[in-house]
Structure formats: C-alpha cells, structure tokens
C-alpha cells in the first residue's frame, strides 16, 4: 500500500483525538499496558512484537464496545543515558559511532554532528529517543493516548515513587544492610538488569563461592569454588602463566589472588589491603595445604585459568571434572587421581569423556559437565572424605562450607554467572555495598497474597501461571537504590536513588490521572501523601489545600477509581523474574480489590533470520525502516500470523514473502471492488455463512488471546473461501458486498491502514472503521445446513482426486451413487432394534462404515446434481448421480457415496 496513505491516516487519527478516551460508568473500560521504552535508543523489529499486541487488543477491545485506554510514557532512570551522555562527552569513538548509526535513519547528515554535540547532556539524549519512538509508534498504528505520557523522571511521578515506597516502609518491606549487588566499576554504581546489556535477554545473577584458603610458607592462594565438597579430591592448584596476581591482606592473612580478583574481593570486605603484586613463577615454587584434608600439593600453570573469574586461582580435582581431567591427559601431567563422590549408576568422569567423545572434539564439554554435575548433586555420596564420608553432596556442600568458614579457612566470593558490561560498555561484577537499601520480598504475609493475586488474574498462555508462582517464591530480598543515576530519591535518604525496576512497579496507574497529580503538583511543588492516599487508597484527606488542589485530588480520583486496575499486562518473559515479580508483589502489598491487576500476557522474542538480534551479526532491522522498506500494516500482519504469542518468532525474507503475497492479494480485491450487491443463489449463501463462521471462531479466539489463529479464520480462511466462491463460477464482487463491513471491522486490528482507507473508499466516508463496534451476535446469519452441503461437495471431490491417484488411468466418467430408500430403512430399523429380515446382510458393512456414517444425513443427490457442472468442469470427466434403490453388497451410506471410475 502507498505509504502515502498511512501517513494520511496517522495524521487524521491524531486530529480527530479518537484514542483519548474520557471515563464513561456507563461504559466497560479497558485498561491494557505494555512496558514504557527506554529512552537511550531507537527501537527494532523486536521491540516491536510486544507494543504490536498492546495495540491489536485495544483495538479489538474497542471493536468490542469497550472504552479502551492504551497509554504509553518512557523509561528514564538509572545509569544508562547518564553513562552514554558522558561517554560521548569523553570522545568515547565506539559510543559516537553508536549514536551516529542511530541518527543517520533520522536526520540530514549536516545535523549530525549539531544533534551528538547536544547529547552531552543526558535529557537531549531521552527527549531525542522518546520523540522518535512516538513517531515510529504512530507510523505503525498504534492507537496509543500521547496525551497521558510522561517520564520516570517527571516530578509529579517522583512524587508517586516517594508515597510508593513510604508505603511500602510503613509494612516492614524497606529495609538497610549489607548486600550483594551488580556494580559498575567504571561508574562507580549498582546496575540493575534495565543498566546492562542483553541484561533483560541474558540474565546476570549473582553466585555465591567458597573463597577456600590453601596455606603456603609466606601466603594463602584463594581458590573460588561452587563445590567445596570435591575439596578431599584436590590433586593440584592451577594459575595462569600471563596473568597479574596480588597479595592483600585481609583478617591478618597474607591472600594472593589475581588483580582482577582483588578489584572485586576488596568491594566485598571490608578492611583488604593491598600489599604488593606476586608473579606466577614465585607462586609455583611452593607448596601448599589443602584446609580439612592436610595434604601438601604443588601448583601448574595452566592458561586455561581465566585472571578474570573468581580469584584467578583454581583447585584441582581431575576426578570430578572433565576439564580438569583432560588437560591433566593432554599435557602428560603425572599425578594420581581422587574420586571422592560416588553415585548410583556408578558414572565416572571417564566414561563421560568417551561418551561424549572428547578426547579428540571438546564441542560437549559443557554438556558433559552439566549431566557429570548434576548427577553428582542429586545422586552423589561422598567417599574418602574423612569425617565426611557418607554424606550426600547436597548435604556435605553446605557442611564443609560452613566448617572452613568457621575455622578460617574459607571467605565468601561473589562472582556474576556470566562475564557482563552495562549498556555503556562499563564491566559489571559483584560488590557488596555498606548500608544498601533493599525491598524485603520474603514476609509470609506478601508471599501469600502475591499467590492468591496470581491465582486470580488471566494468564495468556496459561502456562506462565506457574512461572510467576515460582518467580515470587524464588524472590527474598531487592536492592532497590544507588548512588547516582537518573531518577527518584530515596524519601528517607536522598543521597540514594530508588533503582530503574523498583521505581516502575506501579507506574501504570499514573497514566489514569496524569493530568490532575500533575496540576497538583505544579501547584504545591509537592503532592502531599495525605492527598496520593486519597486519590490511589480512597482514604480522608487530612489537610487543608484550596478549591484547585481539592477539584484536581477529586477528578484525580474519580479517573483512577475509573480506569484501575490494569487489565492486562504484556510482556515478554525475561521480566517474569524481575518487573512481572516486582509488579506483582507491590500491588499485592499495597492495593486490594479491584485496584489489582487482572491479567498478564507473556510473548515470545524475536530473532532475525535465525539469529538473535544483535549489532555484531548485522540483523538489526529498526522500526524506521520497516515502515519504510515494507508498511506497517505488513510488519503487524507478519506479527501476528508468524507464530503464537507465546512462541520464538523469527523475522526473515522467506516467511515475510508470503505474507506479502496474501496481503496483496486481499488488496487486489479491495481495489478491484466495486459494489453489486450481494448475489443470489447457492456459492453466495454459501460464502456468507462461511464468513460468518469464520468470524465467530476470530471472536472466540481473540477473547482468549489466542490471536494468531483468530487471524487465520478471518483473513486466510476468507480469502481461501473467496477462491472457492471464483472456482464456481460466482462473482467475488457479490460474494465481497454483504459482508465487506464486517471483514474491514474485524481486520482493522491488524491492518489499521488499509481497512481505514477502504472503509473511507466502499463504506462511508464519515466515520473511522477505527471506532466501529461489530456485532457479536452472528448466529442467525450461519447456514449450517449450507455448510455442510459444501463440505460434502468438496469431501466427495477430494474422494475422486485421491481415486485418481491410486488407479493411474485416463479418467472419462466418476459414477456417484448415493444413499437411498433401502440404507434409510436400515438405519432406522437398526438404530430401533426392529430389522427385518431382508435388510440383516447389509448390517456387515454398516458394521465396517459405522464411524465414518453422518448422523444427520443431507439430501446429498440434490448437492451433487446442483453442483454436477461444478465437478466435472473441475475434474475433467463426465458425472453421472445415481440414487441407490437397492441392497448392495458395498453399500452407499450418508457421507460415504460409492464412487466408480471409469
């Protein structure tokens, strides 16, 4: 379609204000939300599966009579566009390169340089983004609100942030400590996953080692562990020949560690110094004692060893890991081997490494440690341990941990599951920071309400139900501030700043009455809690404020108690673990009723021909350039057929061609349509109630969300069924007219642009297809009698194709007998048990039929000999119908016609 036309509808959608809705009690509301986009960025084909839904549901939702509010605001907080800003600022090259690629799709090349000169400062970065992503928004059709956005970092929404977390203080979850968390080193700051890159795709957790203490003549070498049981297996330690090791002191023990290791150990204790730096050639000379055990063992170089895992040091044990078993074969070391877990099926690391055929390929090395690892945990005893022997390894793993950490002979090590940088190419790793606030997630009390909230509320696909239940369970405590960073301080200590995830738990309900909190707060510079406690929990205002105020709380209040909770919620399941569970759990603890969410929708990721969508494998298709290179009404089409909502949906040449060809034959038609009026006669009787049909299973569909096949019936199955109606000889126009209104009706969703313009062009001229209702109640527009009739046809004629087939002759005649008077008679007097005598040789063969035999026979003779030009113009032969009047040996039976190729 000519992009023209898009752009003439967004335009006219955005003057005539059709998708800011106004509070109705005599109308169903609607409330559906997707995550507000962060600011720091364009956004891509995947960004947009989930923004795409938001608005095919609204859109269905206000077909369906409902007043539907869809809004959208923009993420801001945290370190991200701080980080970008400064590092633009610094001349960072890989960050202006970044930033250039962006604003080349937007801007003339002389405003370039003007435009990345201004993002020095970090607010002309989000103002920039937001105002592009608002235009890709409308140049796709989404039917979103503008007039309610706002920011993260808008005051009158720091205002909410402020009551939300006094709330939550007021219930014991605010709390201060010590605490493990994600840092930047170069910024100096906690990160949260929205700080990280591929941090919402690729989750970074936080692992807790055994930092176990080996004790040599002069010093210690800590090894990080996740296994501390396999510690009587030690044979050897390994360092790396290249990498820079120190010796810090800490609890007046003299530890080498790598230097990396040493950047991270001293932001998880207190009190290390560092004393001087150590080589590996001073290291290997000597000998050291393995804690419990006692044992002497010698340190190798190895350059497997990774400086920048753990403590760069790593303990030996060959006979309980594969890796360390294959270098010890690869390199000819010489020592003997210790199995000190022995498990049921007896499995060894021997046995794995032929297995999985790694001597010559290490390809399954990961798999082979993973199946060596978990049938170890699960299934291991342990043996030639000492007073540890005959334990599990569940059970032992945490006994000889807490043993070495009560004798000093252990220190934790926090360690990242995987090696992360932020957005910004800062490294990220784990620090332990000195009176964090955190939100206490772990009270029974919140735990069960989170339950019975989840237990409530709509899952689509259901099967996250359970997910979320285990995502709540699993969550304890959430650091919830930091040092510096774009967003809301913390009420009780300003020189903290509440954390991009928890400042955006509750954000939604600040879209109902934007306009009023924000009138409030330009009035008092504040909004009091006593006034948010009315407006949000229904609670007596306490103070004292002017006629404004007091107009803006009320009608604050009436939109909030109008539009909330928010019926659905869709995301995409990286957030199950995080904002989903945070979401959650915030409403449980501080709303009830039906101020709690309804429901959740998780779609699946998108990858791009074949692959994840990244920079590096150059399969990053933005927004932009899909309006551009295809239209927006393809882009949704291809989203919503290309898989269901909860599957893997890869955006590539070969499918994307097909939906194309589909969508323009359905424009084809429109353009080609000129209006007849409905036909008479059979195929067109036919096709209406075909449509109809399909229309009630797009209804069912769509109102339990399963969206792709509700766009399947409508639109494939349709123009399928219009091809039939061509293969008949009927005129498409006529079979179009009757129905047309409510084809463009129930499309709209998907292709908001097209049925916008042919509903202009064939129906009327003086309304939106946009705003339309459709009928729900079809019923009586169904023929099923006429349904059914053509399904006979087309089944009798697929009979004689696979015929054909089989017998590989030049077909000149089919012979179709059909039921008659004498089957009749034999089912009736079978089905009441009062057979005569003449009719008892046909029961083998209605014996043989039963299950395939219609039970509500049709006047197939009168379907066959109406259609008899039809059928043999389709298969090339002449037709003879013949109505059995006789006891065959094979018999005709009611949808079983005998069919004889001659």
């Known amino acids: 379609m000519d992009h023209d036309i898009d752009i003439k509808w967004r335009d006219r959608w955005e003057k005539s204000h059709i998708f800011e809705p106004v509070a109705e009690n005599s109308k169903p509301k609607f409330f559906v939300t997707v995550p507000w986009p962060y600011t720091n960025g364009s956004l891509h084909v995947g960004h947009g599966r989930t923004y795409t839904l938001g608005d095919i549901i609204a859109r269905y939702k206000r077909l369906t009579g409902f007043n539907v509010l869809f809004p959208m605001g923009f993420h801001e907080s945290g370190t991200p566009i701080l980080a970008f800003s400064e590092r633009l600022r610094i001349g960072d090259k890989d960050t202006i390169k970044l930033y250039r690629n962006y604003l080349m799709e937007y801007e003339k090349p002389e405003n370039i340089d003007r435009i990345l000169e201004s993002f020095k400062e970090p607010q002309n970065i989000a103002e ?117 090791y120190a010796i810090v002191r800490y609890n007046n023990m003299d530890i080498v560690m790598s230097k990396d290791g040493y950047t991270k150990f001293a932001l998880q204790h207190e009190d290390v110094q560092y004393v001087s730096s150590v080589t590996p050639d001073e290291i290997i000379v000597q000998k050291f004692r393995v804690p419990i055990q006692n044992d002497m063992v010698s340190v190798i170089k190895a350059d497997f060893v990774d400086p920048d895992n753990g403590t760069g040091i790593v303990y030996s044990v060959p006979g309980h890991s594969i890796f360390d078993y294959l270098y010890y074969r690869k390199n000819n070391i010489k020592s003997s081997i210790k199995r000190v877990v022995e498990v049921k099926s007896r499995i060894t690391v021997e046995q794995l490494v032929g297995k999985y055929g790694l001597e010559n390929n290490e390809s399954h090395l990961k798999d082979a440690t993973q199946e060596l690892y978990k049938e170890e945990f699960y299934n291991g005893t342990l043996i030639n341990s000492g007073p540890y022997s005959g334990m599990t390894v569940a059970g032992a793993r945490d006994t000889i941990k807490s043993d070495l950490m009560k004798n000093n002979m252990a220190v934790i090590f926090y360690e990242t599951n995987r090696k992360a940088v932020t957005r910004s190419g800062s490294r990220v790793i784990v620090a332990v920071l000195k009176d964090q606030w955190f939100i206490d997630y772990s009270p029974k009390w919140l735990k069960e309400k989170a339950h019975d909230l989840i237990n409530s509320m709509r899952f689509y696909p259901e099967l996250y139900r359970k997910l979320m239940m285990d995502a709540i369970d699993w969550l304890k405590e959430r650091p919830c501030a930091r040092r510096r960073g774009i967003g809301t301080r913390m009420p009780f200590d300003e020189s903290w700043v509440i954390e991009s995830l928890s400042d955006s738990t509750i954000y939604m309900l600040a879209y109902t009455n934007k306009k009023e909190l924000e009138n409030i707060y330009n009035r008092l510079n504040r909004i009091p809690d006593d006034i948010l406690d009315y407006v949000l929990l229904g609670k007596e205002i306490r103070g004292k404020y002017e006629n404004y105020v007091m107009d803006n709380a009320i009608s604050a209040k009436r939109e909030f108690d109008y539009w909330y909770g928010n019926d659905l919620r869709i995301t995409a399941p990286p957030h199950i673990s995080n904002h989903l569970a945070f979401f959650i759990m915030n409403h449980a603890a501080i709303f009830r009723g039906e101020k709690l969410p309804g429901g959740l929708m998780i779609s699946g990721l998108v990858i791009s021909n074949g692959a994840k969508i990244s920079k590096s494998k150059g399969n990053v298709i933005s927004l932009l350039e899909i309006t551009n290179r295809y239209s927006a009404d393809i882009y949704r089409l291809f989203m919503t057929v290309g898989a269901d909502i909860s599957s893997l949906l890869d955006w590539n040449e070969k499918d994307l061609s097909s939906v194309i060809k589909r969508y323009s034959y359905f424009i084809g038609l429109l353009d080609g349509f000129t209006d007849p009026g409905g036909g008479e006669g059979y195929i067109y009787t036919w096709f209406t109630s075909a449509f109809y049909k399909n229309l009630k299973t797009y209804i069912g569909n769509m109102e339990s969300m399963n969206i792709r096949d509700a766009y399947i019936a409508i639109f494939y199955n349709v123009m399928n069924d219009l091809k039939n109606v061509e293969n008949h000889g009927g005129d498409i126009n006529k079979a179009i007219s009757p129905i047309l209104a409510d084809w463009l009706k129930a499309l709209s969703p998907i292709m908001p642009f097209s049925c916008e313009e042919y509903w202009h062009r064939h129906i009327d001229d003086n309304t939106f297809v946009s705003t339309q209702t459709i009928d729900t109640n079809i019923d009586s527009k169904i023929d099923n009698e006429v349904l059914k009739s053509e399904n006979y046809l087309n089944r009798v004629i697929s009979d004689i194709r696979e015929i054909l087939k089989i017998i590989h002759i030049e077909p000149k005649k089919a012979i179709i007998t059909v039921y008659g008077t004498k089957q009749e008679k034999f089912i009736k007097g079978y089905v009441e048990n009062s057979l005569e005598q003449e009719y008892k040789s046909m029961i083998p063969d209605y014996m043989k039929n039963k299950n395939k035999i219609d039970t509500e026979p049709l006047d197939e003779y009168s379907i066959l000999n109406r259609n008899k030009k039809y059928i043999e113009s389709l298969l090339n032969m002449e037709i003879i119908l013949v109505k059995s009047n006789q006891i065959l040996k094979k018999n005709p039976w009611p949808g079983r016609p005998r069919i004889e190729i001659e």
Do not use: C, H
Not at 185 to 214: C, H, P, R, Y
Not at 221 to 229: H, I, K, N, V
């Open 128 to 244: 920039y983004f937001s105002k592009v992503i608002i235009k890709d928004f409308m140049d796709l059709g989404y039917s979103i609100d503008w007039t309610r956005k706002f920011t993260s970092a808008d005051p009158f929404y720091q205002e909410i942030v402020k009551w939300q977390f006094r709330q939550l203080e007021s219930k014991g979850l605010i709390k201060k400590g010590k605490y493990p968390i994600l840092y930047s080193i170069n910024d100096e700051n906690a990160v949260g996953e929205d700080d990280i890159k591929d941090g919402d795709t690729d989750k970074v957790s936080i692992e807790e080692f055994t930092g176990v203490l080996f004790r040599g003549d002069k010093y210690y070498l800590m090894a990080a562990s996740l296994r501390p049981e396999t510690l009587f297996g030690v044979t050897n330690i390994w360092v790396n020949p290249s990498a820079q």
